[in-house]
């Protein structure tokens, strides 16, 4: 069965300390891998798409990775300001290709 | 600017009645999906539309019904059927189905 897990629930940092998020995935021929931020009462926002291991992609103070297991979404010297929910979905090969979320990552970044 | 719309942005519904979501996109997209959210559980798959007229159930379309008229629209009916309606619903788009999905504002729905 097709799976996504995301670690840890939440995470607390101080502004400056830099962590790492994880998504951890069971999936038939992996297509895509998805990175969302959502804020509290909105809509996800897209971050990165990645597609084959060893791809890597940044925005600003956000990395993503991708191994053929898992995907790391790193925060370098994280700011108050990227508090929010970071949802992981992948999408398997195959006829149907939906989308299959992880329950997401609380993080809480404090001044 | 181009996006996707949602309305209302709070829906509250009596027992036995059926409301509909609105979803519009303006972003030329072929697909459109609708997710219902809860606390604590992932986003989950209602209902999807690869292209106009054609529409595919999700994991959980029991209690709901949606059409694809038009390219830009894509609502969603939450019928009597549907159990446990509250939660927030929204919609998405990409461009084809296999490409990212960006999502709207959501509908947060409660059932009084």
């Known amino acids: 069965e097709d799976q996504v897990t995301q670690s840890p629930e939440a995470l607390r940092l101080q502004e400056g300390e830099s962590s790492s998020l994880n998504c951890s995935y069971t999936?038939?021929?992996?297509?895509?891998l998805f990175w969302y931020r959502q804020d509290p009462g909105k809509g996800p926002e897209f971050l990165f798409t990645?597609?084959?291991a060893g791809e890597e992609k940044e925005k600003e103070r956000l990395k993503a990775t991708l191994t053929k297991k898992e995907s790391f979404l790193h925060i370098t010297a994280p700011k108050p300001e990227d508090s929010a929910t970071y949802l992981c979905?992948?999408?398997?090969?195959?006829?149907?290709?939906?989308?299959?979320f992880g329950k997401g990552t609380k993080l809480s970044v404090k001044p | 600017d181009g996006g996707i719309t949602q309305s209302p942005k709070y829906l509250f519904r009596k027992e036995g009645q059926n409301v509909t979501l609105s979803c519009e996109q303006n972003?030329?997209?072929?697909?459109m999906y609708w997710y219902r959210q809860d606390p604590g559980q992932g986003l989950r798959l209602i209902y999807y539309?690869?292209?106009?007229?054609?529409?595919q159930k999700g994991d959980i379309a029991e209690g709901y019904s949606v059409s694809r008229e038009k390219k830009e629209s894509f609502p969603l009916t939450v019928t009597s059927a549907q159990k446990n309606p509250t939660a927030f619903y929204l919609c998405?788009?990409?461009?084809?189905?296999?490409?990212?999905?960006?999502f709207g504002p959501g509908t947060r729905l409660t059932v009084l």
């Open positions: 990645l597609y084959s």
């Open positions: 979905a992948v999408q398997a090969g195959g006829s149907q290709g939906n989308l299959i």
């Open positions: 972003l030329n997209h072929d697909a």
């Open positions: 539309s690869q292209i106009v007229n054609d529409f």
């Open positions: 999936v038939s021929g992996l297509r895509g």
């Open positions: 998405a788009s990409s461009e084809l189905h296999y490409n990212e999905q960006f």
